[in-house]
């Protein structure tokens, strides 16, 4: 059971440098989404794709680009680190967007260190 | 505005206690969702709950039960006989019907048992 994949799990970036974090689904789910988590302020959305072919900005999306790939595939672009943008970054993905009451399921998530 | 309250930061029990976490929501909508998910030391987000703003029957699962209160927009959550595994961070969330596609996160309760 896959489930919701996400590559790689440890990485330390140099300020200004950029990475992509990928982000595979094996559940055939239209939705998939980008969080990161910093201590004591829970889950925060960066971007979020609907459907194929959509993409679409959360609650902090400044620093980051996504591309939906495919119906599987879902990356998250950092394009010039920042140290604000250490955190652990969690892709997630669900049948249908969540307004529907669908349960977003999540990846093991990747620990980004900017330094 | 949505919003989702965990006001517990963190809790401390001696394994067999019962121990309540407790999730306060606000929504202007009158359909929503609301979730619980465990994260635990190994730092993946486990599904436990979803709960519809319609169904405000309690819900039990072995020693794990959800008490969901429309009229003080709560969604606690009670794990009997706690038990060492049980430690985690314990994450309520909010979705709603109009806002499509975000899952909005409280900030978490840690939940230490000793054994």
């Known amino acids: 059971n896959a489930g919701v994949t996400q590559t790689p799990k440890f990485q330390v970036l140099k300020t200004g440098q950029s990475m992509t974090l990928q982000c595979a689904q094996d559940m055939n789910h239209n939705s998939m989404y980008w969080y990161r988590q910093d201590p004591g302020m829970g889950l925060r959305l960066i971007y979020y794709s609907a459907s194929e072919g959509t993409t679409d900005k959360g609650e902090v999306p400044n620093g980051y680009n996504v591309s939906r790939l495919n119906k599987r595939e879902f990356s998250l672009r950092l394009e010039s680190a920042a140290p604000s943008q250490t955190s652990v970054y969690f892709c997630a993905s669900s049948e249908l967007p969540t307004g529907s009451g669908n349960t977003i399921y999540f990846g093991e998530g990747s620990w980004l260190t900017v330094v | 505005a949505q919003k989702v309250t965990q006001a517990q930061t963190e809790i401390s029990v001696v394994e067999k206690e019962d121990v309540t976490l407790d999730c306060v929501y606000e929504t202007r909508d009158t359909t929503y969702y609301l979730f619980w998910y465990k994260q635990p030391p190994s730092g993946e987000l486990v599904f436990l709950i979803r709960r519809n703003s319609f169904d405000e029957q309690n819900e039990i699962s072995g020693r794990y039960s959800w008490n969901f209160q429309k009229s003080t927009s709560s969604f606690n959550f009670t794990i009997t006989a706690s038990q060492v595994v049980d430690s985690a961070v314990y994450f309520c969330?909010?979705?709603?019907?109009?806002?499509?596609?975000?899952?909005?996160f409280g900030t978490g309760t840690r939940l230490q048992v000793f054994p």
């Open positions: 969330a909010l979705s709603e019907a109009y806002n499509t596609d975000k899952l909005i």
